[in-house]
């Protein structure tokens, strides 16, 4: 696909930023995703799942993905399901980047649709 493009509202990446700070050790999230052209993508909206963190690791229950699901879809926003496409976490205090535990994750995560984003940021600001 080559080289891509993700924009990130101010208010999106206010609160993304806002979740990774006020954790006290590694989170998690996911995020919908718009399609804005060939290579392009808009970030527009970040939530929080059900998790187990800790200051190195951070794992979801299965349930609580499927309680994501579903409460998409109670809210009327079952439709909104086909942009799940971004899988955002911390790093704490260390520097952003995908560890061999996120690569993992992001071939899991990819089998669910055509692609996954991921982003990965820290408590300093760093992504």
Known sequence: ???????????????????????????????LVTQSGPTSFILDEVFLVEQEAGFAHVDVPDEAMHRMVT???????GSELERLYLWWHSHGRLDPF??????????RLGTVGDYIISVVGNKMGGY
């Open 1 to 31: 696909m080559g080289s891509l493009s993700l924009t990130i509202p101010t208010d999106v990446f206010d609160r993304l930023d806002s979740y990774i700070k006020m954790a006290e050790g590694e989170v998690l999230g996911f995020g």
């Open 71 to 77: 409460d998409l879809v109670e809210a009327g926003r």
């Open 98 to 107: 995908l560890s061999k535990t996120d690569l993992d994750t992001i071939e």
